[in-house]
């Protein structure tokens, strides 16, 4: 056989290449994310998957017509914009108002990732930190929360018209007994409380959660360290009379399931070892512990969050791996 | 129980489209081209002319200093004595052989009167004479690893972890001749004086392992049989060693750091028939496989056999194969022609056809940490990159590039789609340029100070 007709590539090796890639990472956050959605819907209305959708789209356009802009080839395809749209609309009350959802995620994608250097380059989790531009600019509309208990209420489309109440995590720290009285934990655990669209339902988000850790796109290292430091810290310093039911509470209240599995494990925001993620896990779970304790604010997740950020390059210049071959008390000298 | 090593990944072994494939004898080829580049070191030289005859067995190349003789792999005329195209890219000085098909064995080869009497240096000298290097690719003399290793050495170790895909040539040799490799293994046991030899295979050779096993109860053979976790790069030096012995080769030294030497599978073969029959290295297991081959086979060839005339044997390659690899498809390197010849090094030879080439136009690190757990040496080859990528020499030696051995685990499981094992070696060669420049600069400083002086 003749074989000079061949097209031959001589590159370096590896010559074969493991299926999973950006693109399939990030659709599998989204289909982690599904169940929450459902949930969401199911309880808000169809508005929650409106909000969604136009969070979505409006992130992806956002980064389209910047990189158009600037003549940088087109990254939709990895659908991490996608996932960032889909975040916001998740950590934002379903009341919200189309237009700023829009506005939270030019600050998301053009302000914090893009500006950055896109994907990979960004210092802050991109849908947090629009979470934390909205709460900055529009106080009032991001702390309104719609009464799930007015009633079932799947087709509706104009969430603003229900009253609006508290959320559990504005009553945890003021008014314990009251909350133990208005919800039951498994009302806390399953989901009819009130709050932002996609962090209500505990379940829900623990089933995508584990489903990122069956798949391997996230390990347990920082959802086990975030969660496991929160749960340690409310068992130590309990309201009321039962430290485990106050820790239950604290677990399934407010968003601490969201960004302990979908926002905390951001690839480009956390530590790349093992150690440096439980260490970052803790740093979260403590000061969402301090937040909600101390603070003004009820909630601490997406401050905790923004702050560890923060912090990321310090723990990956000082946690490294061992040297292969350096024995441990030498590397310690 | 099996043992393994901190790292690595797991890519699909692929290995069932030859794995129960008998080794196949190649009919005679027309014409051999054997490169004077086997082993790690300087080529040989020649000590051949054109038209001078040849048998097999007979010395065509001297080696200087480090490396291993060179023998002719079949009988006949010397047609050429020039540089050719060779599988680790460019051209190289080589023997180009017409054969005579009378398959002479050549004088110099003589079978030790009595193997069992031999002393430890007549040993080495018979593994030296017959040119034998570490066959899984690294082509080190195996004369030198000896000699070297005898006095340090406690573990004697055999790889037959064969971690590669598709690559079947130890498994094949452990089904059909294990008395070859327990054999080699005693005579190692004799060279190094320990009571034991420790062969480390994969689990996905179960039948091998139990081949193996049956061999040395028959033998009562101070051979044992370490199982190993399926894993990439189980087979490298170093993480052969920490899977068995739990130790860790220190940054930039040997196994024998650690009492440790390691031998292939084939390497070990090829003592055993150097001791029993005094035949050098003259002949090659190649594992011909890949989405590009029409037929799959495992075969057995005279060094020098053009790639060609393997393919031919092989049904031939596909349209659209757009990849051939001499070695696996984790190390080997990619070939430009077909014009090379298969060597004592070359334990596979894959062509690709198929979807094997996944490459982005956009290729961007999302930091997330996959590189950090595979690499087998504990490096963080993100940062790596990114230094490479901005020339940091002092960052790169800082984050011990020096200690990246290419094996691709990174580049293999990164989702970004990085050139990150391309980059690494560019960045090494970069800082041994920086090394060479300072050491330049600061011999010309200290001459020109001498001269001052003087």
């Not at chain 1, 430290?243 to 905390?264: D, I, N, R, T």
């Not at chain 2, 097999?56 to 050429?80: D, N």
């Not at chain 2, 899977?243 to 440790?260: D, F």
Request: hydrophobic fraction near 45%; charge should be neutral; include cysteine.
């Amino acid at each position: 056989m003749d074989y000079k007709a061949l097209k031959l590539i001589a590159s370096s090796n590896p010559h074969i290449r493991n299926n999973e890639d950006t693109r399939s990472i990030m659709l599998d956050v989204i289909i982690a994310l599904c169940p929450a959605l459902a949930w969401s819907i199911y309880r808000f209305g169809f508005r929650a998957l409106l909000a969604a959708a136009v969070s979505v789209g409006s992130a992806m356009c956002w980064e389209w017509l910047y990189r158009k802009a600037l003549k940088k080839p087109q990254t939709l395809g990895d659908l991490s914009a996608a996932v960032t749209g889909l975040l916001l609309s998740m950590v934002c009350p379903v009341t919200l108002p189309y237009w700023m959802l829009v506005l939270g995620n030019f600050f998301a994608i053009v302000v914090v990732k893009q500006l950055y250097g896109g994907l990979g380059k960004n210092f802050m989790n991109p849908a947090l930190a629009g979470r934390a531009a909205l709460v900055a600019c529009y106080a009032s509309q991001m702390t309104s929360w719609i009464d799930p208990n007015a009633g079932w209420a799947p087709l509706n489309l104009h969430g603003a018209d229900v009253v609006t109440a508290a959320t559990p995590m504005a009553m945890i720290g003021e008014d314990f007994a009251g909350l133990t009285a208005t919800y039951s934990v498994s009302d806390m655990f399953i989901g009819f409380v009130g709050g932002s669209a996609g962090e209500i339902s505990s379940m829900m988000l623990l089933i995508g959660g584990l489903y990122l850790i069956f798949r391997k796109v996230i390990s347990w290292h920082i959802p086990v360290a975030y969660i496991g430091s929160v749960a340690l810290l409310a068992l130590i310093f309990p309201h009321g009379n039962d430290p485990v039911q106050y820790m239950l509470y604290s677990l399934f209240g407010g968003g601490l399931m969201l960004g302990a599995f979908f926002m905390a494990t951001d690839y480009v925001t956390s530590p790349v070892t093992k150690k440096g993620q439980l260490i970052f896990g803790v740093g979260c779970g403590l000061i969402t512990v301090f937040i909600r304790t101390f603070g003004s604010f009820p909630e601490g997740v997406c401050y905790s969050i923004l702050l560890m950020n923060c912090t990321v390059w310090i723990i990956d210049k000082h946690v490294k791996p061992t040297r292969f071959g350096v024995v441990k008390e030498a590397a310690k000298k | 129980m099996a043992k393994a090593f901190f790292g690595g990944v797991h890519p699909n072994d692929m290995k069932a489209a030859t794995n129960e494939k008998a080794i196949e004898q190649l009919a005679p080829p027309k014409q051999v081209i054997i490169p004077m580049s086997q082993h790690f070191g300087a080529p040989c030289t020649p000590t051949v002319q054109k038209g001078d005859h040849v048998k097999i067995g007979q010395k065509i190349g001297e080696f200087k200093g480090l490396g291993a003789p060179i023998h002719a792999s079949v009988s006949g005329t010397v047609v050429a004595v020039e540089p050719r195209p060779y599988s680790m890219g460019g051209n190289v000085m080589s023997v180009v052989i017409d054969n005579d098909f009378q398959d002479e064995i050549s004088e110099e080869v003589v079978a030790p009167a009595n193997p069992d009497m031999l002393s430890v240096e007549e040993m080495i000298e018979i593994v030296k004479n017959a040119g034998i290097v570490g066959m899984g690719g690294a082509t080190f003399p195996t004369h030198v690893k000896i000699a070297g290793g005898i006095g340090q050495v406690d573990t004697v170790i055999i790889n037959g972890a064969e971690c590669e895909p598709y690559i079947t040539g130890d498994h094949r040799a452990m089904l059909e001749r294990p008395e070859q490799i327990v054999g080699g293994c005693c005579y190692l046991a004799k060279m190094f004086g320990v009571d034991k030899v420790i062969i480390g295979v994969e689990m996905n050779k179960q039948n091998g392992i139990d081949s193996l096993n049956r061999t040395i109860a028959e033998r009562k053979a101070p051979v044992v049989v370490q199982p190993l976790h399926t894993r990439y790069p189980q087979g490298g030096e170093k993480q052969l060693c920490q899977a068995i012995t739990g130790k860790q080769v220190p940054p930039g030294g040997l196994p024998s750091a650690i009492g440790c030497a390691v031998f292939n599978i084939n390497s070990v073969c090829s003592i055993y028939k150097a001791m029993t029959t005094g035949m050098p290295v003259v002949r090659k297991v190649v594992t011909v496989s890949g989405s590009g081959v029409v037929e799959p086979k495992n075969i057995e060839c005279p060094i020098g056999t053009p790639v060609s005339v393997v393919l031919d044997a092989c049904g031939g390659l596909k349209d659209g194969t757009f990849k051939l690899i001499a070695g696996g498809p984790m190390m080997g390197m990619a070939q430009y022609t077909t014009d090379i010849s298969v060597t004592k090094g070359m334990g596979a030879l894959l062509a690709f056809a198929g979807d094997e080439n996944k490459t982005s136009d956009n290729p961007t690190c999302i930091r997330c940490g996959r590189c950090v757990e595979a690499c087998p040496m504990h490096l963080e080859p993100l940062y790596l990159y990114m230094y490479v990528q901005k020339k940091r020499i002092d960052e790169l030696n800082a984050a011990n590039i020096m200690d990246c051995m290419e094996c691709g685990a990174c580049a293999y499981i990164c989702p970004g789609r990085l050139h990150l094992t391309q980059s690494f070696k560019a960045g090494k060669q970069m800082v041994k340029d920086d090394a060479m420049k300072k050491k330049a600069a600061a011999e010309a400083e200290k001459a020109a100070a001498e001269k001052k002086g003087a």
